[in-house]
């Protein structure tokens, strides 16, 4: 799958040059990420400074326990 036309966001807390990340909603695509194939949408996340580089590929389920665990101040 090209992700050139996916709408990627980032969060209004970024600053320009800081280390940031943007997050992608897209249709369950095993061109993807095959070994998530079968569920209806991925959650991707790359790197804002490397738009060319890979993205990581979450499941609801996998993102659902990732935002609940930043909410939870486990990754500080």
């Known amino acids: 799958m090209d992700l050139s036309s996916v ?3 980032k969060s209004s807390h970024s600053t320009n040059g800081g280390d940031c990340v943007e997050v992608a909603v897209v ?3 095993p ?4 070994h998530k194939a079968g569920v209806d949408e991925l959650y991707l ?4 400074k ?3 580089g890979p ?3 979450f499941t609801q389920g996998e ?3 990732f ?3 930043v909410k939870d101040g486990e990754f500080g």
Do not use: E, H, K
Request: glycine residues 12%.
């Open 7 to 9: 709408a990627w966001r």
């Open 27 to 29: 249709p369950g695509d």
């Open 31 to 34: 061109a993807v990420a095959a």
């Open 45 to 48: 996340v790359r790197d804002s």
């Open 50 to 52: 490397n738009p060319d």
């Open 55 to 57: 993205a990581l590929a």
């Open 63 to 65: 993102w659902d326990a």
């Open 67 to 69: 935002v609940g665990g």
